[in-house]
């Protein structure tokens, strides 16, 4: 039963070495590691949720960017076919234009003739008109004489300068 | 691997026969058991032949007669007398110093001698301290690093104590609690580890010692009444209880301070009774070696064989042990002052 009987001898031997081992590991021993390993802790939470924002931070860029990639394509499409648009466009209506102009370019050409030869002709005629006074005048003074010659040759004339006009 | 056996074998029977004619007398196990289990005087090493290999230790007794004395445990030894002390033989003071007085009585003096436990107790001490203070001191250095070998593996093992059992027991203010339960678990895990190796420094039966462990539950005792809430004492004193349970008789009052008591003395049993006992089965285990030499030395040896085997396996037991109980010890401090932290419940409403 000895066993069972607290010495006071010992107790007071575990009192000073547990105490003397708590004043010393509770005041420079674990809360100086249990400190420093939650602070580690904590900043390699800390660590872990700022690569996860960053992470997702960078995905939500790439979908972005993404979208302004296909966006912008699709722009270019558009434009593409926009372009093609007016450019047949304004080949179409080029094509009509030069083919208006062309006409009427043609048509006053013609028009120009017309007058250019109208004019010719009144000129022509009235040239005419003034050789076959001359004409006229030169026979008068010439062959008054021989009248039935003389009116034989002014038909002639007359109806060669008719033959002229027409 | 073959002839290794063989050899071992062989010497095994040698050492039998040796012993069988040396060890003649009867062998007293009872005697041999306990005197390992019991606190001593003088740190008995060894024995070689007839001389005694033993550390002596300094005696240190208050006598209302002599007052202080201080002498060293081998001035008492084989029963020889210093001035009036001298280790008693009766049954009431059986092995402790004891001063003869002028009518002839033992009479026990205040006996604050250094003994075996209590210097294996200093030694076990200034071993932790060391260990915590080197790994304390690595973190000081590099603050951010991750430890690794030694200081790793402490780390790992402070901070299981501190998560897994601290942290959970007490609750939001275990941060007031953690270093005093870090301080028992490592006490009684490094004491209990240095009583299971068998070698000087360690070997002494120090956490198997119900003075030992009555400092220990004192001090949990302490850390859960003195920081105890209001709403704790009020529990004990006047619990949420119908009215004739505390008046006239207070019943329930009674029994919880009963508890208060309880719970403490629990604890020191507990961590007593399982390295005394982890203790007593490896002492037996070897003794039996020494019995059976009287069997002849086939018995013996077979026995001897045995008595190896089976206490290879109990100290792989103790060691578990060790963990287990200082574990257990923390876990129940822990939940102890958990209790004691209680806030006041919130009214329900029906």
Same mark, same amino acid.
């Given at each position: 039963m000895s066993l069972l009987i607290p010495d006071?001898?010992l107790?007071?031997?575990m009192?000073?070495?547990? #105490?003397?081992? *708590?004043?010393?590991?509770?005041?420079?021993?674990?809360?100086?590691?249990?400190?420093?390993?939650?602070?580690?802790?904590?900043?390699?939470?800390?660590?872990?949720?700022?690569?996860?924002?960053?992470?997702?931070?960078?995905?939500? *860029?790439?979908?972005?960017?993404?979208?302004?990639?296909?966006? $912008?394509?699709?722009?270019?499409?558009?434009?593409?076919?926009? $372009?093609?648009?007016?450019?047949?466009?304004?080949?179409?209506? $080029?094509?009509?234009?030069?083919?208006?102009?062309?006409?009427?370019?043609?048509?006053?050409?013609?028009?120009?003739?017309?007058?250019?030869?109208? $004019? #010719?002709?009144?000129?022509?005629?009235?040239?005419?008109?003034?050789?076959?006074?001359?004409?006229?005048?030169?026979?008068?003074?010439?062959?008054?004489?021989?009248?039935?010659?003389?009116?034989?040759?002014?038909?002639?004339?007359?109806?060669? #300068?008719?033959?002229?006009?027409? | 691997?073959?002839?290794?056996?063989?050899?071992?074998?062989?010497?095994?029977?040698?050492?039998?026969?040796?012993? !069988?004619?040396?060890?003649?007398?009867?062998?007293?196990?009872k005697?041999i058991v306990f005197s390992h289990l019991r606190d001593s005087?003088?740190?008995?090493?060894?024995?070689?032949?007839?001389?005694?290999?033993?550390?002596?230790?300094?005696?240190?007794?208050?006598?209302?007669?002599?007052?202080?004395?201080?002498?060293? !445990?081998?001035? =008492?030894?084989?029963?020889?007398?210093?001035?009036?002390? +001298?280790?008693?033989?009766?049954?009431?003071?059986?092995?402790?110093?004891?001063?003869?007085?002028?009518?002839?009585?033992? %009479?026990?003096?205040?006996?604050?001698?250094?003994?075996k436990n209590?210097?294996a107790?200093?030694?076990?001490?200034?071993?932790?301290?060391?260990?915590?203070?080197?790994?304390?001191?690595?973190?000081?250095?590099?603050?951010?690093?991750?430890? +690794?070998?030694?200081?790793?593996?402490?780390?790992?093992?402070?901070?299981?104590?501190?998560?897994?059992?601290?942290?959970?027991?007490?609750?939001?203010?275990?941060?007031?609690?953690?270093?005093? =339960?870090?301080?028992?678990?490592?006490?009684i895990?490094?004491n209990n580890?240095m009583g299971i190796?068998? =070698?000087?420094?360690?070997g002494a039966n120090t956490t198997g010692n119900i003075a030992v462990t009555m400092?220990l539950a004192?001090?949990?005792?302490?850390?859960?009444?003195?920081?105890?809430?209001?709403?704790?004492?009020?529990?004990?004193?006047?619990?949420?209880?119908?009215?004739?349970?505390? %008046?006239?008789?207070?019943?329930?009052? &009674?029994?919880?301070?009963?508890?208060?008591?309880?719970?403490?003395?629990a604890l020191m049993i507990r961590l007593f009774a399982n390295i005394m006992a982890g203790h007593a089965i490896i002492l037996g285990l070897?003794?039996?070696?020494?019995?059976?030499?009287?069997?002849?030395?086939?018995?013996? !040896?077979?026995?001897?064989?045995?008595?190896?085997?089976?206490?290879?396996?109990m100290?792989?037991v103790e060691?578990?042990v060790a963990?287990i109980q200082a574990?257990v010890f923390?876990?129940?401090?822990? %939940?102890?002052?958990?209790? !004691?932290?209680?806030?006041?419940?919130?009214?329900? &409403?029906?």
């Amino acid at each position: 039963m000895s066993l069972l009987i607290p010495d006071a001898g010992l107790l007071f031997w575990m009192v000073i070495s547990f #105490s003397l081992v *708590f004043l010393i590991l509770a005041k420079y021993g674990f809360p100086v590691i249990v400190n420093i390993v939650e602070e580690r802790r904590a900043s390699i939470q800390k660590s872990l949720d700022d690569a996860r924002t960053a992470n997702d931070l960078l995905a939500n *860029f790439k979908a972005e960017s993404d979208s302004i990639i296909s966006s $912008a394509r699709e722009e270019h499409k558009k434009i593409l076919h926009e $372009a093609d648009l007016i450019k047949e466009t304004i080949i179409n209506s $080029a094509i009509k234009e030069a083919k208006e102009l062309t006409s009427r370019q043609i048509e006053e050409a013609r028009k120009e003739m017309e007058k250019e030869r109208n $004019a #010719s002709l009144l000129k022509i005629r009235s040239q005419i008109a003034m050789l076959s006074v001359d004409v006229a005048e030169k026979i008068v003074r010439a062959e008054l004489n021989n009248t039935p010659a003389q009116m034989d040759l002014i038909n002639r004339f007359l109806e060669e #300068s008719s033959e002229i006009r027409s | 691997m073959k002839r290794k056996i063989k050899i071992l074998v062989s010497l095994l029977f040698l050492m039998v026969y040796g012993r !069988s004619t040396i060890l003649a007398e009867e062998i007293d196990v009872k005697q041999i058991v306990f005197s390992h289990l019991r606190d001593s005087y003088g740190w008995h090493i060894a024995t070689w032949g007839d001389t005694h290999v033993t550390v002596p230790l300094p005696v240190i007794v208050f006598s209302k007669t002599t007052g202080l004395n201080i002498f060293l !445990s081998s001035e =008492l030894e084989n029963g020889k007398t210093y001035k009036y002390f +001298r280790i008693s033989r009766e049954e009431r003071h059986l092995d402790k110093v004891v001063e003869i007085n002028s009518a002839g009585n033992e %009479v026990r003096p205040i006996d604050l001698s250094l003994t075996k436990n209590a210097l294996a107790l200093l030694l076990n001490s200034i071993i932790l301290i060391l260990i915590i203070l080197h790994v304390a001191k690595w973190y000081k250095k590099k603050p951010v690093d991750a430890p +690794r070998g030694f200081t790793g593996a402490m780390e790992i093992f402070i901070m299981d104590i501190n998560d897994n059992i601290i942290k959970s027991c007490i609750g939001k203010d275990y941060l007031k609690y953690s270093p005093y =339960l870090l301080t028992a678990f490592f006490f009684i895990f490094t004491n209990n580890i240095m009583g299971i190796i068998p =070698l000087f420094p360690g070997g002494a039966n120090t956490t198997g010692n119900i003075a030992v462990t009555m400092g220990l539950a004192l001090c949990t005792f302490l850390a859960v009444n003195i920081f105890g809430t209001k709403e704790y004492w009020k529990e004990i004193l006047w619990p949420d209880v119908p009215l004739w349970m505390k %008046v006239p008789l207070p019943l329930l009052p &009674v029994i919880e301070i009963f508890a208060l008591f309880t719970k403490p003395f629990a604890l020191m049993i507990r961590l007593f009774a399982n390295i005394m006992a982890g203790h007593a089965i490896i002492l037996g285990l070897t003794s039996l070696i020494f019995v059976t030499v009287a069997m002849g030395p086939a018995v013996n !040896s077979g026995m001897t064989l045995l008595s190896v085997i089976l206490s290879v396996f109990m100290i792989f037991v103790e060691i578990l042990v060790a963990y287990i109980q200082a574990y257990v010890f923390t876990m129940l401090s822990a %939940v102890f002052i958990g209790l !004691s932290r209680v806030e006041k419940h919130k009214q329900e &409403v029906y």
